[in-house]
């Protein structure tokens, strides 16, 4: 016998089934942490929830992620968006002689193949 998935099922499941237990949870989550606390619900292809508190109330006292660790809720931090590249994936530059450099009219090849060759400049 072969498994087949209810999509209809699933979706009253996510959508209502869920839903009570979801904004409970919110509601618990701004009612520890008191004045300033604001829940939104919606539905997406789920139920869904968002507790909100102002910036300064978070930085200063981290109230929003207190409460959350308390009402049982896993706490990450938010991927960074960004990562910077700190010179690992640099590609080598090509080494030419000084006479090389020189000769091609580049300047700054020049400078770095001078300094190669004293020595100062790393490889």
Do not use: C, H
């Amino acid at each position: 016998m072969a498994f087949v998935l209810d999509q209809d099922g699933g979706a009253e499941v996510l959508k209502e089934l869920a839903a009570s237990a979801i904004n409970g949870l919110a509601q618990q989550v701004a009612d520890d942490i008191g004045e300033g606390a604001k829940v939104t619900i919606y539905t997406t292809d789920r139920a869904a929830a968002t507790v909100s508190v102002p910036a300064e109330m978070q930085a200063k006292d981290g109230v929003l992620t207190r409460a959350a660790a308390a009402a049982g809720l896993e706490v990450r931090p938010k991927p960074a968006t960004e990562t910077r590249n700190r010179g690992k994936g640099r590609k080598a530059r090509p080494e030419a002689t000084p006479a090389e450099a020189k000769a091609s009219g580049d300047a700054n090849e020049a400078w770095v193949a001078a300094r190669r060759s004293q020595g100062k400049a790393g490889r």
